[in-house]
């Protein structure tokens, strides 16, 4: 009798452990500098400096290091051609990094143009700078996550809280962040009826209620829904509006299997949402083979493996997957898988960007994931 093939565990390799205590803070800048010009800034905490001469420039995206306040210096100001956008405070290894923001803030609300760089708009509560960072370049760790990752605010409301990021934003993302208008986004799709023929009444209030929970600012939410009532079909509707009315750019769906992957993408192509069209004929949709979106991609089909995979062990020549790549993943049946010890990248990953899990009630009763009811 055949033996049967065992499957390839996506579990990463043990990681290493790096001892942090004895790096000064020029060492610790100079890994923050690397990890700024992986994302896409100009940067040399050395050589890029204010003192220096270095200034906003129309066409670049720069992390300006020492940058003058009223507080005293920025560690960077990050521009987007002449645009200040963000501020970051950069602090050694051994120091706590979520109780550095606030310095930021003071950064932030004591930022003076020096030249030609353009207002951002504000001020907001004070705030000339809309988003703020602090780190240590340490890599985000769950376990110490005060003393680990970018901690990172847009000040633009009070509601926003401070939250750990596990890479920089890149300009385009940073600036798409800073375009868009969440609160006006949510109160539009609160005021738009639920106008798609293919959904019941069930399926709309499922719609409903997960766009009133995004609009009081929860970052997760559960849909559970018994087997056979049209979870994908809800998933699309629901997709369709928030990305119609701009509250998100750009979702990841992930499902734990290749099979279900096709079928999903298949749906997207079938379902009638406005003016008979179908998803997949109003928006880009790239799906399971497809590594990376395109700038005008809406909506990336992947499996929790597929994106292990491209985390961990990206090809050659690849890039790593920026922390604003997506804006909000829907997590199709597959949440025991993305919460698994082998994928854990994936977790981290879940962790820091908008989530929706679609689940059937009888799995959703025999598990506990750490997730908050929409």
Known sequence: MATPKKQKSARPAPATVVDYSHEDEATTRERIDGQLRQAGWEVSSKELTFASGARAQRGLNRAIAEWPTSSGPADYVLFVGLTPLGIAEAKRHIKDVAGRLPQACRYSRGFAAQGNESCPGGPWDKHKIPFVFATNGRPFLRQLQEKSGIWFQDLRLSTNHPRPLNGWYTPDGLMNLFKADHVAAAATLLDTPIDIAALHGYQVEAVEKVEEAIAAGNRTALVAMATGTGKTRVAIALLF?????????????????????????????????????????IYDIKELDDIRPDPNTRLHLATVQGMVRRLLSPSPGQPPIPVDQYDLIVVDECHAATYSTGSSATRSCCSKTNRITFQSTAACLTTSMPLRLA
């Open 241 to 281: 509006r928030l990305i119609k009315h701009g509250r998100f750019r750009r979702a990841l769906f992930l499902v734990d299997r290749e099979t279900l992957g096709d079928q999903a993408g298949n749906r997207f192509k079938e379902l009638r949402l406005e003016n008979l069209r179908t998803f997949a004929e």
